[in-house]
């Protein structure tokens, strides 16, 4: 009979979620944003694998080649390394890069040859070419030709001569991460707080109240900056500080929930057949405000998102060199009145598009989890 029972109860919820599925699918800005986040996720879980430049946080840096425009191309003369670079494997590459096995050096750009580099490669590969034909002779001869690779930069270079792309690219998986786990530490705690909060009442709910409503008081950026200084500066601390300021939002909408649906028949019923209060709250009242949930969690992910941008900028964030949307615009944002604006712009927009995507995505689930329709 429990069998039966709980068979009944998995081809209900598997029922509703493909109703729920067919509602968000008619939802059009819906569907984008969820392709438009899709996409950034996969970039932000490949990180290196898909990055143009693939070493350790996209740092390779070259200054004679700083602050070139986007499309911008360069011959590079590779030496290798004394002692050699071994290759490291896939999941090791995959999540923090693969070292520069080479001495890279920009040797032809822009019509420009830079003739000291130019004249020790020829040296260390003791070949005798002429300067005029330089680079059409080494491409077409077998032995050098692998030494000479072209590279092109599709948004430039930054003041340091990184890749701009890549940057951006890595810096999504910072973003990503802020807000998963952000959003998550602010769901244990609002869910708890305000789940007990709504429903025993009494002397409980009132000093929980209290609790959440001084929290409220403070300003959400000053908090942050606090917390920060307590734990530090770095890559975990961000995370935890802002979730740590993240869960009152959530604790006010499940304790208002959790006081209306407490009075339902259902709750009761449940009482008069002797189930405990945890049941109750977590097999009872929390799926009813799910849906609510999830959209109050879209709206604390892309907050978790911004937040964590205002942080970088102040330089209380991830600290280099590690990319961040938030670094990046404050290493370039003076370049915003000069003719380099798309330095700070591109994280700009990232950050602008990643943030509608969650907050039409939180739309759409309202919409296809409203019951009513």
Known sequence: MRLFRKKRIEDKIFSLSALTWKRFKKEKTGMISLFFLSLVMLTALLGYIVTPDKTPFCNDQHLEIALKPPGFSVYFANTSKDPPVQKVGVFQKLFFGQPAQYNSVPI???????HKEHKEFIKNTNRVLCEKNFIQLVVKDSDISKNIKKRTFILGTDRYGRDVLSQLMLGARISLAVGFIAVFIALIIGV???SVSGYFGGKIDTALTWLINVVWSIPTLLLVIAISFALGKGFWQIFIAIGLTMWVDIARVVRGQTLALKQQDFVEAGR??????FRIIFKHILPNILGTLVVLSAANFSSAILMEAGLSFLGMGVQPPIPSWGMMMKENYAYIVLDKAYLAIAPGIAMMLLVLAFMLI????RNAMEVRK
């Open 362 to 365: 939180g739309s759409a689930l």
């Open 192 to 194: 708890l707080v305000g």
């Open 272 to 277: 008069a057949l002797g189930f405990s209060n």
């Open 108 to 114: 032809y750009y822009d019509g420009f040859f830079n």
